[in-house]
């Protein structure tokens, strides 16, 4: 059974940072593109930050490139999310996502209907 875990959600300032971390069991995760999605209430899920199975390929949104990293640890099964110079309009329930894209070639993976599979998510709060 797959289970994806997010953690490191919060309130915080604009201008703060928060780390979000996503912890994968039930799956071979050095096969996975990993990926960050954020739905804020009204709105529909939305891509934010992409890794490949060996972490060498990264894609972010636009409103993220500069503020955000995501990064990976094959050996912990986890996938990080650095978010820095946080603004009100990120907030949203941020939302961790697995895809298998075997580890012969690399590819990401940056729109929801590709990921096989979905965490609980976590409530990040930016204020004003």
């Known amino acids: 059974q797959v289970r994806l875990v997010e953690s490191g959600g919060g309130l915080v300032q604009a201008g703060g940072s928060l780390r979000l971390s996503c912890a994968a069991s039930?799956?071979?995760?050095?096969?996975?593109?990993m990926g960050w999605f954020r739905q804020a209430p009204g709105n529909e899920r939305e891509f934010v930050a992409a890794?490949?199975?060996?972490?060498?390929?990264?894609h972010y949104d636009d409103s993220v490139k500069g503020r955000f990293t995501i990064s990976r640890d094959n050996g912990k099964n986890t996938v990080s999310l650095q978010m820095n110079w946080l603004e009100p309009e990120n907030t949203a329930v941020y939302y961790c996502?697995?895809?298998?894209?075997?580890?012969?070639?690399?590819?990401?993976?940056?729109?929801?209907?590709?990921?096989?599979?979905w965490g609980q998510g976590t409530q990040v709060t930016v204020a004003s």
């Open positions: 039930g799956l071979t995760f050095s096969n996975y593109c």
């Open positions: 996502g697995a895809v298998d894209t075997g580890s012969s070639i690399v590819v990401i993976a940056t729109t929801s209907d590709e990921y096989e599979y």
């Open positions: 890794i490949s199975w060996n972490g060498d390929v990264t």
